[in-house]
């Protein structure tokens, strides 16, 4: 894992700012303290930072072929490297090294772009063909791994976290209000948009294939494959069987590394799940870490620390204390831009346990989005059962009333809240599911936001990311729409960044064995009623691993790596939040109104609503605006 840089002319063969690209790359020191490299030459800069974990001593970067001709800066991992430098090699290919790298330049100049389609592996990376003038850049299917790019005065500028780009002198830091919109809408700022108007990000699944002269174009090269039709009549011990032999599979390939690996152990099924195949691949030593709560209702520790047992590893925890106050402002420049998942702490935590023992730690993310695993799902499936058999019509004649009416009763037990599930039952199934995941409602956006930033959308709405994804695509069921927006936007724009950034924070690498392709794709096939049934979610991986996890860890209620922020607010971070909400970041920013920031602080401290979610966007959207306003 690394971090990686560059300056490319799109116009000409203008001089490279090689005080400039160091900048950028040191900027990025954190994602691989163990070296760095450059590549000079007129109209193209490449750097790079290392951290190293396969052939330590050659797999230096930049990275060339042959005559020099072809140089690559690479992120990430191919963890099927070894079979495709074989097929190189019978193709005349010369090796001078044993790492990942050098096998992006061979398929490169074997395949082209097509060469994309060959690797099994996150990554992020750029190659400059000198011979056919032609810069490519590609990111992994899944977007496990970054990457922002701008246009800059006729200069292609990019790296791995925002910081890079923004090194740049001319670089524009206009916000874009659309994007704002979409962070209270999201918690995070959803791909290709950042935060800023002129800056993107690299897509996941796409790449650029750019020549002197040519606009920039995207273009996409996979999609998860939940819009085609699911296996029919399958042998469900054969699929259990097969899931087993799967997820191993994909575990092993990412246990291979010179240096020390562990893994995430939150005491959910999906790290669980790596874990225990961890321990039947005959892994003798396994370090395992994990973070807990001081607040019971919070606290997972206690399963972690069964599978540890049972699975006989080497178990490190620690405990997050909610008075840890300066790590608020440390992840404002973790992040880069506005980021409200509050997860971000233990996750941050636990990356700093793990590096204390570990260079490479494997992870359980993507479990839920393959499997059905989030509490959504299952309220999505009971609405749209009744969706399916009322018209439009006739549900928004009966239960958009009764969702404007009903009160919104955060503090009544969860089977009186019902304010929500009856206004998605007045929407269609995209705008339901929108309605349920959003930070904050239509409603409460349009009294958050100022009169006058309300005029800079134009009338811009966050559901035009949704309907964006699924425009022109067909899904057997509701639930298949909902896991393709997840893996479109929730996962790489949430999840994967929060763990990205927060592990190469600590300059750790993360793998994530749920999330190899064919094993998502494998996962796709198989028929919802699998994964969701009855009520129970990841019904078909419980299943398969009742052998080898105990049933508490199994069938428990799932938790999530929540954090207690409703709590916090009402009392050690009270004044915190108080402070945040009166700054002037907020105030004079002309984005908000001021009035109904008082109210919903006054609302949430009094008990009367729960409005952390919003608060905590908010908190967070104010270290982000106190971060420019000293840049």
């Known amino acids: 894992m690394c971090g990686i840089t560059g300056l490319v002319d799109l116009r000409s063969e203008r001089q490279v700012s090689e005080q400039l690209l160091r900048a950028m790359n040191d900027s990025l020191f954190h994602r691989g303290p163990d070296g760095e490299g450059f590549h000079l030459e007129p109209g193209v800069g490449f750097g790079h930072r290392r951290l190293s974990i396969i052939d330590l001593e050659g797999g230096k970067q930049p990275l060339y072929n042959e005559d020099q001709s072809v140089v690559v800066t690479f992120n990430g991992e191919i963890f099927n490297f070894i079979e495709v430098e074989k097929e190189l090699l019978s193709r005349g290919h010369i090796f001078r090294t044993r790492c990942d790298t050098e096998v992006i330049v061979h398929a490169w100049e074997e395949w082209g772009v097509e060469c994309l389609k060959r690797f099994n592996g996150m990554f992020s990376f750029a190659i400059w063909d000198r011979n056919k003038r032609t810069l490519f850049i590609a990111r992994d299917r899944l977007g496990v791994k970054p990457l922002f790019y701008a246009e800059v005065d006729g200069w292609l500028v990019f790296g791995s976290e925002l910081k890079a780009v923004l090194k740049h002198p001319n670089v524009s830091r206009d916000i874009d209000p659309t994007a704002v919109e979409d962070y209270f809408t999201f918690g995070y700022v959803p791909d290709p948009k950042t935060i800023y108007r002129n800056i993107k990000k690299l ?121 840890d106050y300066s790590l608020l402002d440390k992840l404002v420049g973790i992040y880069d831009e506005p980021y409200a998942d509050s997860s971000a702490i233990p996750t941050y935590r636990v990356c700093e346990l793990a590096r204390k ?191 080898i996890l105990p049933n508490e860890v199994l069938f428990r209620k799932k938790m999530g790596f929540s954090v207690p922020i409703d709590v916090w607010f009402r009392g050690s971070l009270n004044e915190h939040i108080r402070k945040a909400m009166q700054a002037p970041h907020l105030r004079d920013s002309s984005i908000f109104d001021a009035n109904y920031l008082d109210l919903i602080l006054r609302q949430h401290v009094s008990g009367q609503r729960n409005h952390s979610a919003a608060l905590w966007s908010l908190l967070m959207f104010e270290g982000f605006m106190r971060s420019q306003a000293v840049a």
């Open 203 to 323: 897509e996941p699944g796409t790449y650029i294939c750019l020549q002197r002269g040519r606009p920039i174009k995207v273009n996409r090269y996979w999609d998860v494959p939940l819009m085609e039709k699911r296996q029919a009549g399958v042998d469900f011990f054969g699929i259990q069987q097969e899931l087993r032999d799967r997820l191993k599979e994909s575990v092993r390939k990412r246990m291979v590394a010179d240096v020390p690996l562990g893994a995430f152990l939150s005491g959910g099924i999906d790290s669980s799940a790596v874990v225990a195949m961890m321990r039947e691949l005959g892994n003798n030593k396994i370090l395992t870490c994990s973070i807990g709560f001081k607040e019971a209702q919070y606290d997972e520790s206690l399963y972690a620390k069964m599978v540890a047992d049972v699975k006989h590893t080497d178990h490190k925890a620690e405990t997050v204390d909610s008075s």
């Open 357 to 547: 023992y570990v260079t490479v730690a494997l992870s359980g993310d993507g479990g839920d989005e393959s499997f059905i695993g989030y509490r959504r799902y299952r309220l999505m499936a009971m609405e749209e059962s009744l969706r399916s058999k009322v018209p439009l019509a006739l549900r928004q004649a009966i239960f958009g009333p009764l969702g404007r009416w009903y009160p919104k009763l955060d503090w009544a037990p969860r089977m009186f809240r019902a304010k929500t599930t009856l206004q998605a039952l007045a929407r269609t199934t995209v705008d339901a599911y929108l309605h349920g995941i959003s930070l904050s409602s239509d409603e409460m956006r349009g009294r958050l936001f100022s009169a006058q930033f309300k005029r800079q959308l134009q009338g811009y709405s966050s559901r035009e990311v949704f309907h964006d994804h699924v425009k022109d695509k067909t899904f057997e069921d509701g639930l298949s729409m909902a896991q393709y927006l997840d893996f479109k936007t929730y996962l790489p724009g949430d999840i994967l960044t929060k763990v990205d950034r927060a592990s190469m924070a600590h300059s750790l690498e993360v793998r994530t064995p749920f999330l190899d392709y064919e094993f998502v794709e494998w996962a796709s096939s198989l028929p919802t009623d699998l994964k969701l049934h009855h009520g129970t979610g990841k019904y078909v991986l419980k299943e398969s691993l009742r052998k």
